[in-house]
């Protein structure tokens, strides 16, 4: 029997027209509204857009953007400056080596969806379409022209696939549903940027310079926004315009430049963060730089056993409580049962070596399992520890940990003389408490990436990438994948245990609670090996960014109240859904997940 398929019909115009825009406009007419839209966009934002101050950032100026207008105003800029591109505008041909198309339509978009955010916030907070002024309506219509002329904008359709006539309506639907996502899909992608020509150093290392200085003012403005329509409006405009500069191949550009100059882009990355409290007027946002540091610190450690080795580790954060725990026992605490008050240096010691030991302990018998029940053993570790350090208060068992109180009142830190408990000021800055410890976790937080590069660098680091490709594959090439496993899982906790020392100092108190597989604010488990999935498993920048997001977006979101989680989660399925190689990929995962993808010449020892 044989089955007969049939290509859907197409009549002339724009279905018939393989490389028609999504709209039936002519894409000269698309161009053009894109272009001026963006540009009237600009114009609008110096307009008012409320007659009141009641709503944040005081969008009632003439001549002055303000709040979220700031933000629709990148928006509108990044738009024109596309449009202009694809024109083919001398000097502005560099900034599209892929394509000013799909760059254009997500510039568009970014700016549409930010500028209707704050027209749907100012409406709803302030009672009505009444409360607008003219600049918010001006606004609102020159983002919807400027991104429905970009969805006009030409691109080649994917040939649709055959279905069978004998199909249900639902199947039938199903496939015609498939077809129309893969034909959007197609609208927003971008070509291939073109080779990037040999540039002398100096202009190369001041590109890697001016790419660090963007980043740490999109990362200082995003962290000082000061109220909560602000910092969503920052993710819209953060987040699509990012994806506009991906597809016009910037981010690509500046991928293969930082490449070239590894280690003057980590050395750079470390100074420009080191000028994130110098920015700040006070300490509030150091408090949260200096947590997102432990949180990322500990998430580039789990990065070694599960993203090079490739173990699912579910109870990591245990080996942060222990590092914490044996810190603050020999740090002089009141509260500690031993009377002790070792050197800093010396603490450190003692945390790092506690977890190293329980690591160590941990691995030994468990890691000849694999997969699920490794899982299920660690996980099982994590609460262990977290109902021991419980339990031993004297009464349930010896008094060790104090029990449910914790170790408390943590003395602060003194390092040659230097109290990091007190505020000093260098150079006319005023360096508060946690600006110290930000600057300490720095320290420690480079010492943990020169780790993670040189083992994976090593031929160590090549054994934990044989283990996670293929286990039996490589026992059978000679590796003794029992040892390797325990080195991997005996230097990630020994490399926690090292930030938990500072951790302990920072907060005071270390209590049980703080050390959960899953709760509403990391670090915990959960929190941690999201980081790493989300960021990138196996690379640098990956969970450094991952933990940096999921630390301050949960942060940021607090008055969604009970919807937190809700959307913090609706957001990851959504990210895991459209990049389920993470944000910062190596090519070897992007290829995993997109088989399309053309595929490199050479690999590297870690897919980098």
Not at 70 to 98: C, K, M, N
Not at 482 to 502: D, E
Not at 568 to 596: D, Q, S, T, W, Y
Request: aromatic share 10%.
């Amino acid at each position: 029997m044989t089955t007969q398929t049939t290509a859907p019909k197409t009549s002339g115009g724009v279905a018939g027209d393989r490389s028609a825009g999504l709209i039936g406009v002519p894409a000269h007419l698309g161009r053009a509204l894109a272009t001026g839209g963006g540009l009237l966009t600009v114009v609008s934002t110096f307009l008012a857009w409320t007659w009141t101050a009641e709503f944040p950032g005081d969008l009632t100026v003439y001549g002055y953007p303000g709040g979220l207008q700031v933000l629709v105003l990148i928006a509108g800029a990044l738009t024109t400056v596309f449009g202009l591109a694809s024109y083919g505008v001398r000097g502005l041909r560099w900034l599209v080596p892929a394509g000013a198309d799909a760059a254009l339509k997500f510039a568009a978009l970014a700016a549409f969806a930010t500028t209707w955010y704050t027209v749907i916030a100012i409406s709803a907070q302030l009672g009505g379409l009444v409360n607008l002024e003219p600049g918010a309506y001006v606004a609102a219509a020159a983002t919807l022209i400027a991104f429905l002329g970009s969805l006009a904008l030409p691109f080649e359709r994917p040939e649709p696939d055959p279905f069978d006539p004998d199909d249900t309506g639902w199947e039938q639907f199903k496939h015609t549903s498939g077809n129309n996502w893969q034909t959007v899909k197609a609208a927003f992608a971008s070509g291939t940027p073109r080779p990037l020509r040999a540039l002398p150093s100096y202009v190369e290392i001041l590109i890697i310079v001016a790419v660090l200085a963007v980043a740490l003012l999109v990362f200082t403005y995003g962290i000082g926004t000061e109220y909560d329509e602000l910092f969503v409006g920052f993710l819209i405009t953060a987040g699509l315009g990012f994806a506009a500069l991906n597809k016009a191949g910037l981010i690509a550009r500046a991928t293969q430049i930082t490449s070239r100059h590894t280690n003057i882009t980590v050395c750079g990355a470390f100074i420009a963060a080191a000028c994130f409290p110098f920015t700040q007027t006070d300490d509030q946002y150091a408090t949260l730089g200096v947590y997102i540091l432990i949180f990322a610190t500990v998430a580039l450690g789990l990065n070694i056993v599960v993203g090079l080795a490739g173990l699912l580790d579910l109870g990591y954060v245990a080996f942060l409580g222990v590092g914490a725990y044996a810190a603050s026992m020999v740090s002089g605490s009141p509260s500690s049962p031993f009377d002790l008050h070792l050197p800093f240096w010396a603490a450190v010691l003692v945390g790092a070596a506690a977890s190293l030991v329980f690591g160590v302990l941990i691995g030994a018998p468990t890691l000849r399992l694999r997969g699920d029940y490794l899982a299920i053993v660690t996980l099982g570790f994590g609460e262990i520890f977290r109902i021991t350090a419980n339990n031993l208060d004297g009464t349930s068992g010896p008094d060790v940990t104090n029990g449910s109180n914790g170790i408390s009142s943590i003395p602060d830190l003194k390092i040659l003389g230097f109290d990091l408990g007190v505020q000093h000021d260098i150079g006319g800055f005023s360096i508060g408490r946690f600006a110290n410890y930000f600057f300490l976790m720095l320290i420690i937080t480079a010492v943990v990436v020169l780790v993670f590069r040189r083992s994976g660098d090593s031929r160590i680091g090549r054994a934990w990438v044989a283990i996670r490709e293929d286990e039996t594959a490589a026992l059978a090439m000679g590796i003794n994948g029992f040892r390797v496993k325990l080195i991997a899982f005996a230097v990630g906790a020994t490399l926690a245990g090292l930030a938990g020392t500072v951790q302990a100092h920072v907060t005071y108190t270390v209590t049980p609670e703080q050390y959960l597989f899953a709760g509403t604010t990391p670090p915990n488990s959960a929190f941690l090996l999201a980081a790493v999935v989300l960021g990138g498993m196996g690379t640098i920048a990956g969970p450094l960014i991952g933990a940096s997001l999921l630390f301050l977006i949960p942060n940021k979101l607090q008055f969604l109240g009970d919807y937190q989680l809700f959307a913090f989660g609706l957001a990851l399925v959504l990210l895991m859904r459209f990049r389920p190689e993470g944000l910062i990929a190596n090519r070897r995962r992007k290829l995993e997940f997109h088989e399309e993808a053309e595929a490199p010449t050479t690999l590297s020892k870690t897919g980098a």
